[in-house]
Structures are given as structure tokens and as C-alpha cells.
């Protein structure tokens, strides 16, 4: 693991060790029902893998902690290439550089998963009943963060409404975004794992609520599907970005004096 990265940090205390390596004084481990086991960060000390001490107690074994090994490094291969959306106007480059922070969570999941099911017929017997749990509890809980559609549009709509009257675009993202992230996150970890548990994800998908079974959301997991392992297109597939962003209440737009943020009815 160590040949990977720059740095590889098991500290007593997870979240005060990723406020300290990120200069986030607020970040928090905690999702909803989901908490982060693993995290990689470009810090000082170069790439840096930091890992929860909870991975090495008895709740975990080793096809586990693979799991969220292989998730990291995803990222870590992700960021020796990242793409450049400096040829974009300012508002495509706001909607990519937006998208691709949920994309990569997804092509970072299904490359784990993936990995996760090849070495389960190597290393392993089989696969064991705490990592089947392990994925069932991670399907469910991203699944639950995102199914109660009357809670969410109205904490959106209280967002969306305060910003008709301040007009601070700043403010504004900084307001929704603690709204919709950790939602379209686990939207998004959703979409991978159902090429993993195909069977729960069928007999779970009628919890998902609005927008995450609306049309643009579908056509985004279809989209997600299709271009992986690749990079999303914005020549091809800016619409269709375009289009599952608007569900939250907002669109990019550019202006001559730059980039603006317009309201969109939900």
C-alpha cells in the first residue's frame, strides 16, 4: 500500500487528522447513516492516505478493508490525471468540475467492487458473511440518506427562496451545498453498487424518492454506466448534466460580468 502513496496514516483521532491535513476545521466522518473509514488527501506531506482505526477492530476483517483500500487508491490514479476544464466557459466548467467530483466517487466505487469481486475467487474461498454484510448495510444506508424526498426539496426550497432576496451566489452554494452533496453522493455510490448487489438493489430501488427517480437522474446513472471507466464528455454530455443538476433548484449561467448562478423552479 505504501508503494502507492507518499504517506499512509492510521491516527487515533480520524476526523481531527483530515481537519488538520485539509485545513477543513468542519469536516465531519458521518454521512447520514455512513460513516468514512478511509480518505485520501494531497496534503504537505504528498499523497496521503489516512485510515480510520475503526477498519482494524473486530466489525471489520481483511475483505473490508480492501474495500475501502481499493476505493482510495481509485482516487489517488484519478489524480495523477486529472482532466483540464480550462477550454470550457465558465459555466460548462462549473457543471463539469461539479459532476466529476460525483463521477469520480462512482468509477472509484465500481473499480473497488470490481476488484473486491476478482480477489474474492483468488485470495478468499468465498466471500465472507461480515463483508456481504458489510455491503448490505453501505447499500442501505446510502439508500435511507436519500428517501425522504419531502425533507429534502424543502430544505432546497428554503435555500433557493432565501437567495431571491440576498442574490449572493457565494452564499448561496455554500448554503446548498451541506443540502445536496452528501445526497447526490450516496446517489451516486447507489448507481455502482447496483453492479455488485443487483438483487437488493432491485427489491430496494421503489425507496428511491425525487429527484433520484425522476428521468434526468436515471439518464445520469445510465450515463455513468456507459462512459466508465472513461471521463465524461462535456462535447456529448453536458444536456444530460445539465439537465440532472437543474433538479435542484439552480443552473450556471454566463454573463458579461461572469458567472452566475440562476433559480430554478422545483
Known amino acids: 500500500m505504501k508503494g502507492w502513496f507518499d504517506v499512509v496514516v492510521i491516527p487515533e483521532d480520524f476526523e481531527q487528522e483530515v481537519r488538520k491535513l485539509t485545513s477543513q476545521d468542519d469536516y465531519s466522518a458521518k454521512r447520514g447513516g455512513i460513516y468514512v473509514l478511509a480518505k485520501f488527501i494531497t496534503s504537505n506531506y504528498g499523497k496521503t492516505l489516512v485510515l480510520n482505526p475503526l477498519l482494524y477492530t473486530e466489525a471489520f476483517d481483511t475483505q473490508i478493508r480492501f474495500h475501502f483500500y481499493f476505493h482510495e487508491t481509485n482516487h489517488f490514479l484519478i489524480s495523477l490525471n486529472k482532466t483540464d476544464f480550462s477550454n470550457l466557459s465558465k459555466s460548462n466548467k462549473a457543471y463539469m468540475e461539479t459532476i466529476s467530483f460525483f463521477y469520480e466517487e462512482y468509477c472509484s466505487e465500481r473499480f473497488s467492487l470490481s476488484l473486491c469481486e476478482s480477489l474474492s475467487d483468488k ?144
Open 123 to 266: 485470495l478468499f474461498s468465498k466471500k465472507s458473511q461480515l463483508f456481504l454484510k458489510h455491503l448490505k448495510d453501505c447499500y442501505e444506508g446510502h439508500l435511507d440518506l436519500i428517501s425522504d424526498s419531502q425533507k429534502f426539496l424543502s430544505n432546497i426550497r428554503k435555500v433557493l427562496n432565501d437567495f431571491k432576496y440576498h442574490a449572493d451566489a457565494v452564499r448561496f452554494m455554500k448554503d446548498i451545498s451541506p443540502i445536496i452533496k452528501p445526497a447526490i453522493l450516496s446517489f451516486f455510490y447507489i448507481s455502482a453498487f447496483k453492479k455488485a448487489l443487483p438483487d437488493v438493489a432491485e427489491k430496494s430501488i421503489s425507496k428511491l424518492s425525487a429527484p433520484f427517480n425522476q428521468p434526468p437522474s436515471i439518464e445520469m446513472v445510465n450515463l455513468c454506466h456507459e462512459s466508465y471507466p472513461e471521463d465524461l464528455n462535456p462535447d456529448k454530455d453536458m444536456n444530460k448534466i445539465k439537465r440532472f443538476i437543474s433538479q435542484f433548484g439552480y443552473e450556471f449561467k454566463d454573463y458579461p460580468l461572469g458567472l452566475f448562478v440562476k433559480i430554478v423552479d422545483i
